[in-house]
């Protein structure tokens, strides 16, 4: 289930909290139970969007790097033909 679909499921239930009919300390216990689940999940996605832009970075410079050294290779093979 991805990380959107789960906020939306919390939020829900915490709408349906009344209609369900638990006692008023259940209540509160599990909208701050379904709070911290909302701030962890929305931490963890961030956290994973960062960590993803972070290992593209490193494979485009990786990327990079190996095309540079290609071409200095190329370089120096053609200047030593001539």
């Known amino acids: 289930m991805s990380k959107n679909k789960i906020i939306i499921s919390l939020g829900a ?3 349906l ?3 369900l009919g638990f006692p008023s300390s259940w209540e509160s216990v599990f909208e701050v139970i ?3 689940a909302i701030i962890l999940t929305s931490v963890w996605s961030t956290i994973d969007k ?3 832009q ?3 970075a ?3 410079q ?3 790097q190996a095309y540079e ?3 200095e290779e190329e370089n120096i093979n053609n200047s030593q033909t001539f």
Request: glycine share 4%.
């Open 34 to 36: 379904i709070g911290l």
């Open 54 to 56: 972070k290992a593209k």
């Open 58 to 60: 490193q494979k485009r």
């Open 62 to 64: 990786s990327q990079r």
């Open 50 to 52: 960062k960590l993803t």
């Open 13 to 15: 239930f915490v709408a």
């Open 17 to 19: 909290l009344p209609i």
């Open 69 to 71: 050294a290609s071409s």
